[in-house]
């Protein structure tokens, strides 16, 4: 059994270092960017294959399909 943490991140270069360090015992990140316009995808890329990076277009609220987009990536 392995363990999947899911993030969906939008504009988060602030914190996503943080974050992702915090969740490196887990067995693999599934990182959905809501098209970032900062430097989120890049800090994240620097985590190397731990990190699984998907997008989608971008929406500041919550949708329900990001739930839905990283259960099938999982």
Do not use: P, Q
């Not at 969740?23 to 800090?43: F, G, N, P, Q, Y």
């Amino acid at each position: 059994m392995s363990i999947s943490a899911f993030l969906t991140v939008y504009n988060e270069e602030k914190r996503i270092e943080a974050v992702l360090t915090s969740l490196l015992w887990c067995d693999e990140i599934i990182l959905l960017d809501k098209k970032s316009a900062d430097r989120t995808v890049e800090l994240a890329r620097e985590f190397g294959n731990k990190v699984k990076i998907f997008f989608m277009d971008n929406e500041l609220a919550y949708n329900a399909d990001e739930l839905d987009y990283l259960m099938e990536h999982c």
